[in-house]
């Protein structure tokens, strides 16, 4: 899904949230939950879009209509150790 297929979506009320994951090296991905599915967030170039930090994510959005949104934190478990966790529960923030 592109930007711009994102917005559709978000204007017809089809976007149930989206969700801004934390990944390791201070990279972050966008995307967006339909109907209990993810769909990633992808570039022009159908790349996975990286976005900067969560400033960087709200300018993007920034003519969006208002939408749930969220910082995903995955487990620190996962990241730092390479064990797993006991809980298979990411660390879920809403944020405006």
Not at 55 to 80: C, G, W
């Amino acid at each position: 899904m592109n930007l711009q297929e994102l917005n559709a979506y978000a204007i017809a009320g089809k976007v149930d949230e989206l969700n801004l994951i934390s990944m390791e090296g201070g990279i972050y991905l966008l995307e967006a939950r339909m109907h209990g599915a993810a769909y990633p967030l992808n570039d022009s170039h159908g790349h996975m879009m990286s976005l900067r930090s969560v400033e960087h994510a709200r300018e993007v959005l920034r003519s969006f209509p208002k939408l749930h949104f969220n910082l995903v934190h995955t487990v620190v478990h996962d990241e730092m150790c390479g064990l797993v966790a006991d809980v298979e529960e990411s660390l879920k923030v809403p944020i405006a």
